[in-house]
């Protein structure tokens, strides 16, 4: 019986590391330790100035190709801060990667929802038979749309990406395209989704000035004088209490409908890979659903909230030092920006 899975993950973090005394020094009315306790947040990556997310996202998917030794026959390359206004970067990974023109490649606008969202399209594609192996790519550098002054916003996300690989294996023998080095083993095999979007609130979390709506031209060129967060028309503007109802009310609804539908207790996963949004979503939803602490992990303290690639970066972390034994349950759930909200249930194989 073939098997839609997740075969391996690489992840790729700028070198430069900011610290939460790095932001106080240039910041010396913002207290970092009431900020350090609200976001969970002491230091993130941030990418230099001439470093991108494509850039970040090429150093994870060589790492993907060169350990299965393989070209993947699609690439979904989920991304808000892609290189150019088109075409979109999955193409210029394409061009980077050398992959054949006979392939599926697009983009995806998401963010904190995009790789659960990912994985659905990529699961659909490998069922559907018009693709065998999909890299699944997830990268943003959000530093490059916060304001500097915004302290709401700026100690909390840091850069990054990561890749993955989904395609089929015979659950009778290992998989021709499971690595050797993976810390996936022969995979993460994809059970259920549920997805979930509530675009009545997308004003809860919006970059105003970077579509073609007329009023735009010239909204960058200086701050609002009435905005203590110095935003220009490119910054994110993120309503955090807004965003954090949502997934306080929403996502545990989402997650237990998820289980029911499964026949599963909260209680029988063994691990839930949450998106790194703050240590306030994390402890929240560990609350709502009944859960101990160990069973969700985090490395939001050294990398903030990496947007679309928070989930497989953590992934990879957690399955290279404690790792799953095959049956257990698993459950990685993404949200924010939309809003929306995705969540999956994986079984260890």
Not at 72 to 88: N, R, Y
Request: glycine letters at 8%; a negative charge.
């Amino acid at each position: 019986m073939a098997l839609r899975a997740i075969h391996d993950i690489a992840a790729a973090l700028p070198a430069t590391v900011v610290t939460n005394k790095d932001l106080g020094r240039q910041h010396p009315d913002w207290n970092m330790a009431e900020i350090a306790e609200k976001t969970g947040v002491y230091e993130r990556r941030i990418a230099n100035e001439s470093e991108t997310a494509l850039d970040l996202a090429e150093e994870a998917s060589k790492s993907i190709l060169l350990r299965n030794a393989l070209i993947p026959d699609a690439i979904i390359f989920v991304t808000q801060t892609p290189d150019l206004g088109m075409p979109s970067n999955g193409f210029l990974l394409q061009a980077r990667l050398g992959v054949s023109r006979e392939s599926v490649v697009f983009d995806i606008n998401l963010a904190c929802s995009g790789f659960v969202y990912g994985l659905a399209i990529a699961s659909s594609l490998v069922e559907s038979r018009l693709c065998s192996r999909v890299l699944l790519v997830t990268a943003d550098t959000y530093s490059r749309i916060v304001s500097p002054g915004d302290r709401s916003a700026r100690p909390l996300f840091g850069d990054g990406a990561a890749a993955a690989l989904v395609s089929t294996s015979a659950t009778s023998s290992s998989s021709d395209h499971t690595s050797r080095e993976s810390s996936l083993g022969r995979g993460l095999e994809m059970i259920d989704f549920d997805l979930i979007s509530a675009g009545d609130q997308w004003e809860r979390f919006v970059q105003v000035g970077a579509g073609m709506i007329a009023g735009n031209v010239g909204a960058s060129l200086s701050p609002d004088p009435a905005d203590p967060y110095l935003r220009r028309g490119e910054h994110i503007r993120m309503d955090g209490m807004g965003v954090w109802s949502f997934v306080a009310s929403e996502v545990p609804t989402q997650i237990l409908r998820l289980l029911k539908r499964n026949h599963l207790l909260a209680s029988e996963v063994k691990t839930y890979y949450f998106h790194q949004a703050s240590s306030l979503a994390l402890k929240t939803l560990q609350s709502r659903l009944g859960i101990d602490e160990a069973q969700v992990p985090t490395n939001i303290d050294n990398v903030g909230n990496t947007v679309s690639a928070s989930i497989p970066i953590l992934m990879e972390s957690v399955e290279a030092t404690r790792g799953h034994m095959p049956g257990d349950l698993v459950v990685a759930c993404g949200f924010g920006v939309g809003l929306s909200s995705g969540a999956v249930l994986l079984r260890k194989v």
